[in-house]
């Protein structure tokens, strides 16, 4: 702006507010250094040298190598000792097969025995040592067949124990994506409806425990009331799930003229069951 012989500016200025405020650190820290009247050795002195620098993704992906050994380890540690469960099993489960084996061994054993005391003894020795030999055999006839009876329980048990997880398992089949996915119905929720038997009985039972009854004298109504009570469990009447793990009905009269046995299943089927197709090439 030209004012007579002068020549001015205006500028427009704006006032900012400004703040102050000083802070102090929760945590000080000073260090002492030689200086008139103060002497610091420097014996204990160290010369640090700086390392590499790490970056975020080096740090992440050290820590992704780490995990993937771990794990490692621990799937092996894992897979050892299901495999050594597995061996165990397979130890522990014999069958008729395997005692019939220890019987023969027992009797080459035997035979092998009596020859040699026929062959080096003579008179009342050959007699006292002969009926030692069927004292030992007969303990250990009697030990394999405690045995085997005890194998035989124990099986029988894993067997009513895997129909029962069989029969009340959920319905499971693979998503679209891989998830497996579980449902459970009314069938597999309550597998049966306890029959009038079933409930005296078990009012029974309630009725003696309160009445301080010794336990080894219930042993006989509760094995009765399992027993009737995994007999209506096997009825595909009231546990519908049962009839696909059951090869054989459990009662063969109650078969009719319309139940067939699948070839494919080896299960009896109604002939409303089979598929209109089924045996067509």
Known sequence: MMVGSLQMHIH???????????????????????GIGCYVSCMDDKLVAPGNYITADQYHEERLRAVVVLQTFARRWLALQEVQRLRR????RLRREDFNLLYHALEKWRSEEEQQINSSLR??????????LLETETQLI????????AVQNNNYDKVVRNLLDKSAAPHQWRAADGRLIEMDSEHTEHECQLTRDIVDLSDREAD????????????????????LFLQFIKTPAFNPEVAKHLKVPQNPSQLKNDMF?????????????????????
């Open 12 to 34: 427009e200025d704006k006032t900012v507010e400004l703040q102050s405020e000083a802070q102090q650190c929760p945590l000080d820290a000073s260090t002492q250094m030689t």
């Open 89 to 92: 099993d397979r130890d522990r």
């Open 123 to 132: 008179g009342a020795e050959r007699k006292a040592a002969l009926c030692f």
């Open 142 to 149: 009697a030990a394999i067949g405690h045995h085997r009876i």
């Open 208 to 227: 003696l425990m309160t009445r301080q009854v010794k336990v080894a004298s219930l042993q006989g109504l509760r094995k009765r009331i399992s027993t």
């Open 261 to 281: 046995q699948c070839r494919g299943c080896q299960r009896y089927l109604q002939s409303s069951d089979f598929s209109p197709t089924a045996g067509r090439v």
